[in-house]
């Protein structure tokens, strides 16, 4: 049974297009994140939501939009995709607010593809 | 803000060598530190977490250790395989985690 789990697993789309990752946790966990992992394989932290309400922001464009509907979703939605997006986004959830605190867990990931 | 380092980038091993990556953060402000594997196109897999009050953690053939006050942590991998062949990237944080660019490892069997 996936712990955190995330979809799709591939997208490509054209530049100019609107368009959502899903991600899902049943670990119970109050905190989920999205991260972006680009071409030389760096990972940074997007966004970090808490029980709903967002407590992380990074730098990130406003084209990026996360949205929770509830503590156990955490979806990414994307306006007016450019190249620069391509890159493979992660979804982690923890137990504690800080993710430093607990032991994070990730999903799979989502390879985005702007051509 | 953070900034992790791991190093080598890259290592090649032959099978059942023991091995030790690297990793080095800048703020010991941490409340714990994360070793993860990333196999290639695959997520990260959660390996070892060390809390900031812990020196070490072990699981079976891993050993990670943390010394917060140097700013360093490494991961000992005993009688490596070449299931072993991935990424691996630490990370260590506060309110999030900032991960290292990952070491590459190779096991030649």
């Known amino acids: 049974d996936t712990a955190v789990s995330q979809t799709p697993k591939y997208l490509v789309t054209q530049m100019g297009n609107d368009k959502s990752i899903k991600c899902e946790q049943n670990?119970?966990?109050?905190?989920m994140y999205w991260y972006k992992q680009d071409s030389k394989k760096f990972l940074k932290i997007m966004f970090s939501?808490?029980?709903?309400?967002?407590?992380i922001n990074e730098t990130v464009p406003n084209r990026f939009s996360p949205k929770s509907p509830d503590k156990a979703h955490l979806n990414l939605h994307i306006n007016s995709l450019e190249l620069g997006d391509s890159a493979v986004y992660f979804c982690?959830?923890?137990?504690?607010?800080?993710?430093?605190?607990?032991?994070?867990?990730f999903g799979q990931g989502t390879r985005l593809t702007v051509v | 803000k953070q900034e992790v380092t791991q190093i080598p980038a890259a290592l090649s091993v032959p099978e059942g060598e023991n091995l030790v990556l690297n990793c080095s953060f800048t703020?010991?402000?941490?409340?714990?530190l994360q070793w993860f594997r990333q196999d290639p196109g695959k997520g990260l897999t959660s390996l070892l977490l060390i809390q900031s009050s812990q020196r070490e953690q072990t699981s079976g053939r891993l050993n990670a250790s943390l010394d917060k006050s140097s700013g360093r942590s490494t991961l000992y991998i005993a009688a490596s395989q070449p299931g072993d062949s991935a990424t691996y990237l630490c990370a260590t944080g506060a309110n999030n985690l900032f991960f290292g660019t990952g070491t590459r490892l190779t096991v030649i069997p």
């Open positions: 982690a959830s923890s137990q504690d607010r800080g993710q430093g605190g607990t032991e994070a867990f």
């Open positions: 670990l119970g966990h109050d905190t």
């Open positions: 939501y808490n029980n709903k309400e967002l407590i």
């Open positions: 703020d010991s402000a941490i409340y714990n």
